[in-house]
């Protein structure tokens, strides 16, 4: 389908971005790579009477290293967050959850915010944000605002950010030295959302075979918004990562799954699948820490 005839602008900055959206007001979408918003567009299910583009804000892309975070500008691609050598080297998490988004040509198009903003619980870097402990810096024409990951993520399509707000960077602690992590995703094909997936972040005391000194876990969707795991997380910390101690953090995790049955699968058979993607990741994000 076509999707219903909008208004394009194209600000040059973000100061302009934000007086547009203020003064257009709801009936304004931000634009940023299109591959969620174009695709709802043409469905009809989206039909804003404008279009602000982000893409000409050269100050909402890049990736840059300070104060112990690195931080991503909201307009920075899949393909750039997965060729970047400083997120190779202080955030290796961020790098394997992007390479299973989509395929190349949504990688090239689609952004680290738009992913964030569309408040999609089938999208791949809420649960990666929450795992990484990220922040994310709104600006609207109050200023500018600095909030957690947790508590960003409010519901189906649903976050945070008011409606005359940018998203404009991401804030991700760099991880401990020492740490592991891992996304595990299952995913019927190629170009498919997850059926489930989590993402983990560990540290051990005394390597892979050591204990659990800190664990981040975060699933995604197998409930209105990426989740955090935290009952999961709390029960890991001490422990060895054996059989038991798997059984009882995947266990705890599919307790707080609640999907919805679709073509990937019914509520069952999806929060058995995120259990075994929690137990997974946590294995090969041991494997990592040294
Ligand atoms: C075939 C296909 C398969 C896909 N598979 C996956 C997948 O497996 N995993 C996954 O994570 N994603 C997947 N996606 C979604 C893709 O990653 C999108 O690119 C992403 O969800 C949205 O990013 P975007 O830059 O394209 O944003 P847009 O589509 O341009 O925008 C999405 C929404 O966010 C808002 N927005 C965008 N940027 C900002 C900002 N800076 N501040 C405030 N609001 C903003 C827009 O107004 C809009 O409401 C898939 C998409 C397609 C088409």
Not at 54 to 79: F, N, W, Y
Not at 126 to 152: D, H, I, Q, T, Y
Not at 237 to 257: H, N, P, Q, S, T
Not at 262 to 288: F, H, I, N, P, S
């Amino acid at each position: 389908m076509i999707p219903a005839g909008f208004e394009y602008h194209a600000p040059r900055s973000l100061a302009d971005a934000v007086k547009l959206l203020s003064s257009l007001g709801p009936e304004a979408k931000l634009l940023a790579g299109g591959h969620s918003l174009l695709p709802m567009m043409k469905l009809r299910f989206a039909a804003p009477a404008h279009l602000v583009d982000l893409g000409r804000i050269a100050a909402l892309k890049g990736i840059s290293e300070a104060g112990g975070e690195v931080h991503i500008g909201a307009m920075t691609t899949e393909q750039e967050i997965l060729r970047s050598p400083l997120l190779a080297s202080k955030v290796p998490l961020l790098v394997e959850g992007a390479g299973w988004i989509s395929d190349p040509q949504v990688r090239a198009r689609g952004t680290i915010g738009g992913d964030i903003a569309h408040g999609d619980p089938g999208n791949d870097h809420p649960a990666l944000m929450l795992a990484l402990g990220a922040s994310f810096v709104l600006s609207g024409p109050k200023g500018e605002r600095v909030v957690k990951a947790e508590g960003f993520f409010k519901g189906l399509y649903d976050t945070a950010l008011a409606p005359d707000e940018v998203l404009t960077q991401i804030r991700i602690p760099i991880p401990p030295a020492g740490s592991g992590g891992s996304y595990c995703k299952l995913k019927r094909k190629t170009g498919d959302f997850a059926t489930a997936a989590a993402a983990v972040l560990l540290q051990m005391d005394g390597g892979p075979k050591g204990k659990v000194a800190k664990a981040s876990i975060a699933l995604t969707n197998v409930a209105p918004t990426a989740l955090k795991a935290a009952a999961a997380e709390a029960a890991l910390v001490g422990k060895a990562l054996d059989e038991a101690a798997l059984g009882e953090a995947a266990r705890l995790a599919m307790g707080i799954c609640a999907p919805m049955e679709d073509q990937r699968g019914d509520a069952a058979y999806k929060t058995a699948m995120c259990g075994e993607m929690v137990r997974r990741a946590l294995q090969a994000a041991a494997a990592k820490c040294r």
